[in-house]
């Protein structure tokens, strides 16, 4: 809802640096009576955990992630049971290596937060970016893990569509072949050519862009609260919030601006259940910021990292012009750790709408 | 902050359906000692006020707005002052031909939140769109006119730059032509252009989608607060929240993801005034979900309305085929009038961050 | 929540000022499909409202409530259906006298927040005590009657305990006496006791203090959040929040105090339908912040108002000793009238929690 | 604001259970560049530490806090700078003997929170109370050191004022008496008293209630946001939201029912900076829900443990009736340890309030 906590009765709450002692989480309003394994979590982590191909940032975290509280245990050692009451998750800072960042203590890395940190608080942690640092995003997953759990059926998947100007074919689209590659991409052929890209990148030093695609289905109909709570609402804060997001859509997005009103309608026929069945997705399965039941389908755009190797200029905190350059462990392309970011957010999103049609104790009680 | 309710300090809180006795708002956290008149604000309203070109709805509304508290009368009929207390707007709705909706209480028109509406809360207003008729932003107008007066220095306008696949020309840009033109322009050339596609999309009856660019300058840096209220993710929201828009960007925006870090980095050097000076602006004034210090830039874009004289297919509340015509008074480019609505949407926002930071007592002590 | 709304999901935000144009709120969250009537609503008001005795404010107020949106009409005249959208309820204010106070306007009386708000805003609706006056009371209880139809088999009721020393005789506590006489009494016999004593009050231009007590009845085990949104904690507030209110107790309350855990713990025993059953109420109905299923108990205290006819010592807003006398029309114990707003703000404490548990829509779906 | 989060922009939110692996607290909106060592957290903890003496429980934890994000390192191991990031504090539970709790894990003891947790969540942690535990109370104490060193010159305080039907003497009473004894007495004379009675108590196995009275002085004048957010009413919630609390009152309180309105108003005369004095204190430093300058008052009931030996009537989850009698560690007189939990909260009130005027970075600035 504010500042440094997601949503309103699924409330995920983060705390952390970079380079401090933890990281961590508190997931406030978590059904009671809901069984999940730490292994669940844990394996949603690794997913957007480090220094697991070349492409991604060589630092090594294991992430692993310990459960404190909220719950009850289950059978065996790692089974849980959530009480209803606040689940805290950390996971223990291990592999901080602070001294690449003595450089930067004073200079501001242009398109980092560096110099807006210092404007608005009159101090930063600047090792590794400190809060402001993708670190902060692991403990998104860990509660997304949690989210995903509270509404029964929901599926969230997420791949990414466009690393620089290359798009994936969607006539190749599998959601199959998304773990089978470094990059979350559904389309293999384009993978492949990824790969040779962002090797070219990483060897220069510098990074692209990148665009993700989110696809939540199983999502209820009649999920978000108008006016200002529209479940589209909710998701573009959540995805915006990620690190270097600059652009958020739904369904068509951005295209639809081009389209004619019937072009871009969805057409309805009475389905085989007698429910009213959709002809067509334009609208992403939200309308009116409210779930018509059809796949929510969101997509957003990554800017390139600031953190290169190439010098740019800047100034430095007293104000001296300098050139900076960033020495650091980064990622070629941050948009690709992203993917399981963006997935996180949306579980939260839609989550935290179905608590609140349906309530806390409500939720698991139908 | 929620439902109904947009911010956290500053807090818009707006009711009224289309065809109800009235519409208003509660503009909650407004600090006190700041002087306004009725006329600035109907000012802002008559900007978004339909019927005043052929290529906007001809419903009539006058929408006077009356504020009814949280002032002190100021020297002059219509001149208030601020007392720290709610403030509450309201208009009377006058011109509400509701038989035009009549063929379409049952029946749920595609594209339309009809169908998410009824299935979430089993209810719905159909007249005008009840409460998802856009009629709503009238107070989200009317709350930006005050949200404006909050940060001294702020100015927020906003220009539509595409009307289908139209876009205005960059090179031509002027603000001053803005107000010139039906389309809120700010290019003459493009205007003159989009007069004559859109007196075609009309005659058709059917619609367009459009792209509304809002910037503000003058905002102070380090506003906004990391990680869930980012100044950006709040703008998103509220972006996201108006009628029919399905993408927000900042900056560069989806654009960014095909450029490279150094094409996307704004470089600084010490300004005139000894501080940081940026020399471009991709980030569009925010980096980490803080204000730099420049303009801050944010485009959405707004789908085609779907009220349409095409037919469409589509089921009644019953659950048979139907199809559906709108034959009410409709804007065949709804997003001509969501300029105003995107230009509150980002005053509000900034003014409640502004608020956070500096407090609502010590926003006018400092 | 904050400020000027009071609610998590029924939140209820009111704003307008003693002597300006209306006063009014805003109810977001009332489920959908609930049927009322305005003259519900404007029964619980006719309760609050002043000039009914010599015991309370001359000041005459037709409060004549108003329904402005959220609704689809009913059958007949003044029948309504939620529809899950804001609700908008509003008095005009027609009976100031606005002279009667411009004599105050730069003086602080004693007791009264006259010094607080200019100190905290600069700047103060000095007319009638602006906003700090117990008018907007009126809308707690016009959103209370709302707060009543949210949970099934809900009865709140309440009552006056004391006025100064007198306490009623609980022996002789009878709820059908409470409508009979001008103290909502729940003894005949003190109710006459009070008369003569209020009626020396009254004479003399002095006011006195009183306790009301709250009865919920029907309200469902299981309600309350832990840890900050304990049941206890939020009718705590929105007691405290009541103009006037110095004290807020649950059940045995400060009595509880010199009790030993014996006394205290309210046993159980297997009830006829097998579920536990209370032998006693001394927790007031809520054990751990959460309802037990038994009568949630609430008693408040209220001070005597300041606004008397002997002369108190005070200071001007120039900082000058000025004595001040409040010649206006006010009532000897405002303790009185507080009653149904004490009943409101439970009501309102309780629906929030139920919409907490069940959601907004799950309520009406279960 | 909400379940398990205190405040708006000073947000206090805790978890963790009694004898779960740890419990912590994350305190969102600290500003920053606030100097303190976590021997100032550790020194509010062991004021309320169980195990100091034979009054309170001889449950044996270090309650050793560690400071895990939201602080630059200062210049010596302990020392810290608030960054204004989110300030994470975590306490490992050490001494748990869970066998003393298994025999109650099926039956609901009379006047705690067994039976309410159960029907709410459908589930329970029954070792040493769960999330109902005291135990909780310990992070609001931790959090309140952080609060105390927010608003310049405040300084909180806590005494306790009666045990049973024993109250202080108010002629004798003497800050630095406060910690010298078990009890947190301000009167010598008493606190010898009570260790007689409260032996007895001890011995019998039976539980006794108290009061507790918190005086913060340096508040400056302004704080409290009318209507729902008033000083007062958020103190109220606060303190009412403590464990086995059951009345909370401001000034005067329950008292001020019997007085008249020329007994119980504050009167004023210029004080020698010319700025208003007042002449006494019966409104407890709060007007109209804002602080007046003075110290603000307030006193709470605290019921005695239904932990006691004696064995109560009751029913277990299965609706049998069985006879419970708790073995474990406990306090006699739960309301001695809620003295530092009272300051704690009635802290971090006064914080929120003081940010919520001046802003989370406006605080600072000034």
Known sequence: MSHNTFGHLFRVTTWGESHGAAIGCVVDGMPPNIRFTVAEIQAELDRRRPGQ???????????????????????TEGDYVSTGTPIA??????????????????????????????????????????????RETAMRVAAGALARKVVPGLRVRGALVAIGATWVDRSRWDWDEVPRNPFFCPDAETATRWAEELDAVRKSGSSIGAVVEIVAEGVPAGLGAPIYGKLDADIASGLMSINAVKGVEIGEGFAAAALSGEENADEMRPGPDGRPQFLSNHAGGILGGISTGQAVVARFAVKPTSSILTPRRSVDAGGNAVDVMTKGRHDPCVGIR????????????????????????GAVRA
Chains 1, 2, 3, 4 share one sequence.
């Not at 992430?63 to 245990?73: A, I």
């Not at 992203?338 to 104790?361: K, N, T, W």
């Open 338 to 361: 992203a993917v399981p970011v963006g997935e996180a957010m949306v579980a939260c999103a839609i989550a935290d709408h179905y608590l609140r049609d349906r309530g806390q104790v």
């Open 89 to 134: 998750l950390e996971i223990q800072n291990t592999d901080q290596r602070s001294k690449d960042y003595s450089d930067i203590a004073q200079r501001y890395r242009p398109g980092h937060a560096d110099m807006t940190y210092d404007v608005k608080y009159g101090i930063r942690d600047h090792r590794g970016g400190g809060r402001s640092s993708a």
């Open 53 to 75: 191909s070349r492409y991604t940032t060589q630092r090594q975290e294991l992430d692993q992630v310990r459960v404190l509280s909220g719950v009850m245990p289950g059978e």
